[in-house]
């Protein structure tokens, strides 16, 4: 099967055991009639069968599980199905943009981009890489360093942020640790013949769950913020966080907030990417808590007052 094909059966997989508790008898039956089923085979083979579910588990993070005494299959918790249809959109989405796209291929000026980072050239290697659970050598450049170094990196994941793509691993250069790095960075990249493991228990919704973005450089706490009431029918329409809550007229008089603002709160890790994302909303949204947040904040604001003034 060509990669489109088997992330087809990897959707019908998903979409099929979420419908409900399904019996491997009854998955038979329903490959055996699907529309995806191009080589006519008349049940899903177990062994594939099992290798797409880890591979499912690999790369989107939904953990399809058997209850043995009962002898079904079932999507593991409420937040992998949530997050499952988020990825379903994204990639009926992406599918539905490739069909637009061919049939305005003779109109090149109605479509208008945004520029896309490197690295994509990558993704099919690297997610090679995620399912064989096969090593990686790595040449990445360093903004910090300016300059170019290698590392082993045993790859976890991908992830997808403001249309960077970022792998997540551990790294020989940052040994016991998980670290991210942006595909459009990397200047080579091999697979290996070394294997690795995943650690037990490791996540990709829970380790970014309190987080946005890519960055980790931040505890997660409890975080409030004032906006105008243009500014809230922005975050209304598209949430910055999964944590978002509107607080009400009496909780945002408690808060200390001015009498025609919307207050919003997010149990959220103050991080270089999510504080880059405050700023975008300039003077239209004061941060009210935590406090050593809103002196940063405070802070930044006059260090770029006093860069416009004479």
Known sequence: MSPAQVFKVYIWLVDTIAAG???????DRRWAHSSINIYGEPFFPTRKFHRYKEDILTLFGINIRCNRRLNYYYIDSEDDFDQWYEMRRYIVSA??????L???EDMPDSVLFEPIPGGTQYLSTVMRAIRARKQLLITYHSYDR??????????YCLRVFKQRWYIVGEASTHPDQIRVYALDRIVDLHVLDNDFSIPKGFSPQTF??????VFRNAE???LRIEVTPRAALFLRSLPLHHSQRE????EAAACHAEPDSIVFEYFVAPTFDFIQQLRTFGAELRVLAPLSLARQMQA???QLLARYNP
């Open 146 to 155: 300016n300059s170019d170094y290698d590392m082993f990196f045993s790859p």
């Open 300 to 302: 930044d604001a006059e």
């Open 21 to 27: 508790h399904l019996s491997k008898d009854d998955i």
């Open 247 to 250: 607080l009400t007229k009496i």
């Open 102 to 104: 061919d049939e305005a």
């Open 220 to 222: 997660p706490c409890l």
């Open 208 to 213: 970014f769950h309190d987080y946005y973005g």
């Open 95 to 100: 599918f539905s943009l490739k069909a637009t």
